[in-house]
């Protein structure tokens, strides 16, 4: 049985014509996972299938904003004609089965499945980097951090604890305005954030073209600086701590 043939007649042909690429194809004899992908804007959608010793299994998926880590399990979508096994796998032992499970899989991302991806792609909440963000914290974060310790008077803080209130008692001071408002100032404050911590651990911010964000890499561990201030906003409630932990 040529699994691959299959896989891009029946379902590859069709998702093609919705705007999906075929992304890649990983496994061997025991278990296999081909990947369709599609842009919408900044976000990436994704239709899975599985094909392992446990039979078929179609999955659904996005990295919009709160969703990045949840796979949609979708076999089962709509009302299925096989049995469903556990891990949500259809069994199959013949070519024949296999290509109408498959065909069954085309028809629920025809009826449901693409329409579920839309709304897999609204990202949870407005509170969140964007890429925009990310990519101005990448590109300005030395400028930024010279800017805004400066705006704050943060340049002679006697240690990285001192440092961090003061950021807190900035972030709480605005967390009764409008996320458009401040987002500048997040941006602004996790450069200094950032410089503080490569000042501590060492390392380098790295650009993951993946998910089009930009961390912290650095001995201690990885960090994400605009997230952690954008989160800081968001729930807030003073935590020193929180900001601290894995480098403070």
Known sequence: ??????????????????????????????????????EKGEVCQFIVIDVSEMGLRLELGTDAYGW????????????????????????FETEEAFKEIL??????????GFEYLEE????????????WTFQKLYIEHEALNMEYRKKYDLEEMESSRELVQRISDIILATADREFSEVEEMLVGLAAVYGDEILRKCGGEYEWIEDCSMCILCTERGSFCPLVSMISYWGEKREDVNQLLIGWG
């Not at 891009?8 to 025991?30: A, L, P, T, W």
């Not at 897999?120 to 890429?131: A, E, L, Q, W």
């Open 1 to 38: 049985m040529d699994k691959n043939k299959l896989m891009q007649q029946i379902i590859g042909e069709m998702v093609k014509d919705h705007g999906f690429e075929f992304e890649r194809h990983i496994g061997d004899i025991h278990a296999e996972e081909y990947v369709y992908r599609r």
């Open 68 to 91: 990045e880590d949840y796979w949609f399990m979708a076999t089962g979508m709509i009302e299925c004609p096989f049995t469903i096994e556990e891990g949500d796998f259809i069994q």
């Open 103 to 112: 065909y069954y899989f085309r028809k629920v991302l025809l009826e449901k």
């Open 120 to 131: 897999m792609s609204i990202p949870v909440t407005d509170i969140r980097p964007k890429k």
